[in-house]
């Protein structure tokens, strides 16, 4: 990896600097301080954990540290008095304080996209029992959308509250800064579907494509009509000649194949779930979809759907069956979606997950990161692969994942706010962290209220943390006799687990 700070060129692979046309070779202390606060980004790191880093913790003095950093400050053309590059935090550590640029080349910043919202399609047939179609149309086209990495696509929990709340294009533009917005209709009868679509400016009202799409009533003509209005969209918004993108719609079409009504139904039918976390709804979909997938034993969303399923009773306890190991079944399932179609993002992220609460750890990071390669510009990919990096302590990868899932998805569930609870609470900021985890409330979510319990307890609020706690108890009874279960998944956090367990006995948890 090149990076460029300052006037400096740093090399980490062949261990040189490059400054005024000279190269010169680093050290490995040198590296390895450079790599830490490069890694770092602008945050403080601290003695301990250079020491940590770049001399596998073995005993340094200070006198050491002090001669790696000047050398490493040389290295890059900077002293201890300037400090332009390689700033001293005095009795904490040190920080870059100045911007690292990267050799690759940029990707363009998010607010300089077309910035796109997909209302849900209407339905207009006679038959209301066929809404299911409209809500898989519309799921299926931000999907489709978001694979173009020239749009931005704003997600369907925002598109949701969007239209509950009748927003006009106008307001739309204004709130959530979506310059172009998607709606359309749905007309089914027993042989033809007809579709209408039109995109709209919202800041103008000038309507930008209007189309109407007239087919036989299977579903592969639903797939056909979802992927050209993808194209369409796409194709007007993201530059003069549309984007060079015919592989991006051709893997949006190869991920929406569905081969019946039953499925296609199924899969909106999750991701209403997905959505609102409905536990009579995850229940009649997780005894729903074993025949079905073995009718279609070819859908990889049918697949990847199943799996989430099966692992939210496995994390979260949802429906949780006695007796019943979910992980293994879910991981299989998951297995199973990516076998179906390898380009199949959301797959990819169930995979990915799966892998994780197994504790295997290099294959999490396969199937993660081709669910980034596959589909970067989807809140749901973004914000699961996030949650993940945040339990393995990859905290400034967590953060930026999700703060890219929230810019995408205005309005979204309040777990994307964890990993900055974390980073707060680490630094002992527990204001900071009650202030973040309360910005999207849970209510329900047995995991939201034992970060209230955590917090209130760390600020001093025992008696607002004991109410929680009364909350807590009643959301998940089960909470204090498997905390330490719940908890292996924070291994790389050590130091909140610790914090949590203190301030949840104090609060009054009974926690062996």
């Given at each position: ?16 600097v ?7 070779k ?11 606060l ?9 003695k ?5 880093k ?6 340094v ?16 053309g900077?002293t201890g008095?300037?400090q ?15 911007e690292?640029?990267r ?11 077309p ?6 399609f209407r339905?207009?047939?006679r038959?209301p ?23 931005k696509v ?9 239209q ?16 172009f ?9 027993e ?6 679509v039109?995109?709209?400016s ?6 930008v ?5 007239d ?8 797939c056909d009509v979802?992927?050209?209005i993808?194209?369409i969209?796409?194709g007007?918004l993201?530059?003069?000649?549309g984007?060079?993108?015919?592989v991006a ?5 190869d991920?929406?194949q569905h ?36 009718r279609?034993p070819?859908s990889a969303?049918?697949w990847a759907a ?8 496995h994390r979260?306890?949802?429906?949780e069956r006695?007796?019943?190991?979910a ?7 998951a297995e199973?979606?990516?076998q179906?179609?390898g380009?199949?993002?959301?797959g990819?992220?169930a995979?990915a997950m799966?892998?994780?609460f197994?504790l295997?750890?290099?294959g ?7 669910a980034l390669a596959?589909?970067?510009g ?8 996030g949650?993940?990096y ?10 930026r994942?999700?703060?890219?899932a929230?810019?995408?998805s ?18 002992e900021?527990f204001?900071a962290?009650?202030l973040e ?5 849970m ?9 209230v ?5 760390a600020?001093g609020r025992?008696?607002?943390?004991k109410?929680?706690v009364?909350?807590?108890r ?13 908890l292996q998944?924070?291994?790389?956090n ?10 949840w006995?104090a609060?009054g948890?009974?926690?062996?």
């Open positions: 990896m090149k990076i460029r700070i300052a006037d400096a060129e740093i090399d980490f692979a062949s261990m040189t490059r400054e005024n046309g000279a190269t010169k680093l050290t490995r202390q040198s590296l390895g301080i450079l790599r830490a490069v890694d770092a980004n602008g945050d403080v790191v601290s301990d954990q250079l020491i940590d770049v001399w596998d913790g073995r005993i003095t200070d006198a050491t540290l002090s001669t790696a950093i000047k050398e490493a400050r040389r290295a890059v900077d008095s300037a332009r590059i390689i700033e001293t935090v005095h009795g904490v550590g040190f920080r870059l304080a100045s690292v640029q050799n690759h080349a940029p990707a363009t910043p998010a607010s300089a996209l910035c796109v919202l997909v209302l849900p339905n207009i047939s038959d029992d066929v809404q299911y179609v409209c809500e898989g149309l519309t799921d299926e086209i931000i999907m489709g959308l978001s694979c173009f990495r020239d749009l704003l997600s369907r929990m925002t598109s949701d509250v969007v509950a709340a009748r927003l006009d294009p106008g307001d739309i533009y204004k709130k959530y800064g979506a310059a917005v998607v709606e359309g209709s749905v007309r089914i009868t042989t033809r579907i007809r579709v209408s039109q995109l709209t919202a800041d103008t009202g000038a309507v494509v209007a189309e109407q799409f087919r036989e009533a299977n579903v592969n003509s639903l979802q992927d050209q993808s194209q969209c796409a007007r993201a530059g003069p000649h984007p060079v993108a015919q719609a051709q893997t949006a079409r991920q929406m081969e019946s009504w039953d499925m296609f139904r199924l899969v909106s039918e999750f991701r209403r779930f997905y959505r609102t976390y409905d536990p009579q709804l995850h229940l009649e979909l997780r005894a729903a979809f074993p025949s079905a997938l073995k279609d070819k969303n049918g199943y799996a989430v399923l099966l692992l939210e009773e979260y306890h949802v429906n006695p007796g019943v190991d992980l293994p079944l879910a991981t299989m399932a199973k979606a990516v179906a179609d380009r199949n993002a959301f990819q992220v995979l799966c892998r994780l197994a295997d750890i290099a999490f990071d396969q199937a993660a990161e081709t596959l589909n970067p989807n809140s749901d990919v973004l914000s699961e692969v949650h993940c945040a339990f393995l302590g990859r905290e400034d990868d967590a953060i994942l999700l703060d890219q929230m810019e995408i205005p309005e979204h569930p309040g777990w994307y706010h964890f990993a900055k609870t974390w980073r707060y609470a680490r630094l900021m204001e962290a009650l985890v309360q910005k999207v409330p209510p329900g979510f047995y995991w939201y209220h034992a970060h319990v955590w917090l209130q307890s600020v025992v008696d607002k943390a109410t929680e009364t909350v807590l009643s959301v998940f009874p089960g909470f204090e006799e498997r905390v330490h279960e719940e998944m924070w291994e790389a050590q130091d909140l687990v610790q914090s949590a367990l203190t301030h006995r609060a948890l009974v926690i062996v």
